[in-house]
């Protein structure tokens, strides 16, 4: 336990000193233990190394602040990954002149000249909470127009998805390979088979129509707001802002980290709930998804989808024990690993399999394939 406590001691003085101390002490523990105060070390090398004159992340300040948010926006991702939250909050604010973003939370013209795009919105939603009242104005109407042509690129292939399925009994109008009805077209033709040639002549094609399906599917979201889960929080505010307006589906969004904010009556509205998250914290999954388990009123039409990268903070033991019963109560559970156009997971391995081994989907996914998820098992 000393050789322990010693290690640590020994580890939070070479964070302190910096590489420059890398000759007399040396990062000690795990492999997952020095990598991670590795990776600790070069961030804070990031932005202290500029005290002695490496300024790595300034730009011109002629030149405005456009070329620097890309680069706040991932530096603060990895802070609020890497460290406690008292923490991140001394090094937001250390590092806003460094990163040249006071003019952006201070002054609304030189927002307004930003082009909107995500490493912009990202940036909005991290700093959000410093900006003064006229500037959030102009940073909500940036949060609206990424989120409305995020939306509008997802929408279509979502209700693809998911606004029903083939009727066989309903002829169609709209002749398109998707609507062939391929089986009641051999039927109907057997009668013209060519023996001479062995084969079937098409003389009358079928098509059918797509009817909608309006039996209510309860779908609730629970997103986890640790800060190195912005990517996936983003599109699981759009991709529920979709679900809310489909007939067949009532959506509830839970948004977590230690604590729960229930924002269902939000849903629709993309822009509110991104307004409404504090990125950073700890987490408590099974906290989340026990007042999840709250909001189902009929197991056997109800859908948890969990977005989190699995790193639980709160009792293991417990959270196996909530997603087991929700599981035998005839519910679907998904585990998204990550909600993104890259679909690209870090999350703890060894719960994920866990968590499968109990029959629930652990994975990650774009937003194309969880509309197609969805859609499979309400249709």
Known sequence: MIDEARA?????????????????????GTEYERGLYES?????????????????????????TGSSVPEAAKWIEKVRKLFPKRTVEVLEKQALDHFGLTELLMDK????????????????????????????????????????????????????????????????????????????TIRRNLKNYDKTENRLVLKDIYFSSRTKRYSKWRVIIAVDESGSMLDSVIYSAVMAGIFAKLPMIETKLVIFDTSIVDLSGYVDDPVEVLMGIQLGGGT??????????????????????????????????????????????GSKMAFLTALDRDANPAYDVNLGQKLADIGAFVGAMTPEQLGDYIGKMIL
């Open 8 to 28: 640590e001691t020994l580890n939070k003085w070479r964070l302190i000193l910096g590489k420059n101390a890398e000759e007399h002490i040396n990062f000690s």
């Open 40 to 64: 600790m070390e070069s961030t804070l090398d990031f932005l202290y190394n500029m005290e002695y004159g490496e300024d790595i992340m300034r730009t011109d300040r002629s030149g405005g």
């Open 109 to 184: 013209k030189i927002l307004s000249k930003m082009k909107p795009n995500m490493d912009l919105l990202k940036t909005v939603l991290q700093f959000k909470n410093m900006m003064k009242s006229d500037v959030i104005l102009e940073a909500r109407r940036i949060i609206r127009q990424v989120v409305d042509e995020l939306t509008e690129k997802m929408q279509n292939d979502m209700r693809k998805s998911l606004l029903g399925k083939l009727n066989r009994n309903m002829p169609s109008n709209v002749k398109s390979m998707r609507n062939l009805d391929i089986k009641k």
């Open 284 to 329: 408590d999954i099974n906290g989340a998804v026990s007042y999840c388990e709250t909001l189902c009123t009929n197991p056997y039409e109800t859908i948890y989808v969990v977005v989190t990268d699995l790193y639980e903070g709160g009792n293991l033991g417990y959270l196996m024990k909530t997603c087991s019963d929700i599981i035998g109560s």
